[in-house]
T-cell receptor, first 112, second 114 residues
Framework: DQQVKQNSPSLSVQEGRISILNCDYT??????FLWYKKYPAEGPTFLIS?????DKNEDGRFTVFLNKSAKHLSLHIVPSQPGDSAVYFC???????????FGQGTRLTINP | EPEVTQTPSHQVTQMGQEVILRCVPI?????FYWYRQILGQKVEFLVS????????KSEIFDDQFSVERPDGSNFTLKIRSTKLEDSAMYFC????????????FGSGTRLTVV
């Protein structure tokens, strides 16, 4: 099941710079996209979501961009902080359904 | 901050045994879920539960699996006869609005079948 793909297994960014995490999807029936952050030995923590009718949603340091024509979304973190080091999952919901389909995750490391 | 609580944090069981994984969702949440993550793989949906019944389930959630909300606060996942391939991290989650509002996940139960 490759409906949601995160092609970069890892990303390393310097503290204070911008982190950009990418996600591609194939299912045109997705109506919500979400980003989760996961620390070791913890469950995923919801960060931010975007409806398929929007192209941008911002919450503090986190901004999600959606490009429906390219079936691509990205999460921008500005400025990156050491506490942002974690695995980030992109997830999507099919319209009318409850389940989320997750990507494989990208491990973000923020270097001092 | 309200939390989803899962117990135990780690369970080791012999193949063929029954296990029950327990979860206490956030009290005013209406939707409940189980997901699992096999080591090195994606987080996978198992089942969603709303209004005291299963609202959606995946192909993974076969007759060996069942869910229950026995007392209005706990939400359990039972695996009747465990197999080696059931070894995974199992996450419970709950939400107010359904998936679009973002779930709150518990910390997970690591199930090891030997």
């Amino acid at each position: 099941d490759q409906q949601v793909k995160q092609n970069s297994p890892s990303l390393s960014v310097q503290e204070g710079r911008i982190s950009i995490l990418n996600c591609d999807y194939t299912n045109s029936m997705f109506d919500y996209f979400l980003w989760y952050k996961k620390y070791p030995a913890e469950g995923p923590t919801f960060l931010i979501s975007i409806s398929s009718i929007k192209d941008k949603n911002e919450d503090g340091r986190f901004t999600v961009f959606l490009n429906k024509s390219a079936k691509h979304l990205s999460l921008h973190i500005v400025p990156s902080q050491p506490g942002d080091s974690a695995v980030y999952f992109c997830a999507a919901r099919v319209q009318g359904a409850q389940k989320l389909v997750f990507g494989q995750g990208t491990r973000l490391t923020i270097n001092p | 901050e309200p939390e989803v609580t899962q117990t135990p944090s780690h369970q080791v069981t012999q193949m063929g045994q029954e296990v029950i994984l327990r979860c206490v969702p956030i009290s005013n949440h209406l939707y409940f879920y189980w997901y699992r993550q096999i080591l090195g793989q994606k987080v996978e949906f198992l089942v969603s539960f709303y209004n005291n019944e299963i609202s959606e389930k995946s192909e993974i959630f076969d007759d060996q699996f069942s869910v229950e909300r026995p007392d209005g606060s706990n939400f359990t996942l039972k695996i009747r006869s465990t197999k080696l391939e059931d070894s995974a991290m199992y996450f419970c989650a709950s939400s107010v609005l359904g998936a679009s509002g973002g779930y709150t996940f518990g910390s997970g139960t690591r199930l090891t079948v030997v």
